[in-house]
């Protein structure tokens, strides 16, 4: 879990991460999914009351 999904989005996109789908707001909070260089699905999670 993350305190800033969209700022740690950004940072990592600017590296030349590959994300699957932007932050999108969520019942449970924000999140966006993101794939490593074997193809592994994970997932920034910054959970509702986090800012």
Known sequence: MI????G???ELKARGVRF???PMDN?????AQF???????FDLVQP???S
């Not at 019942?27 to 999140?31: D, E, M, Q, R, T």
């Not at 794939?35 to 699905?41: M, R, S």
Request: charged share 30%.
């Open 35 to 41: 794939v490593d260089l074997y193809g592994n699905k």
């Open 48 to 50: 509702k009351g986090e």
């Open 8 to 10: 740690t989005y950004e």
């Open 27 to 31: 019942p449970w909070g924000i999140g």
């Open 20 to 22: 699957l789908d932007a």
């Open 3 to 6: 305190e800033d999904c969209q």
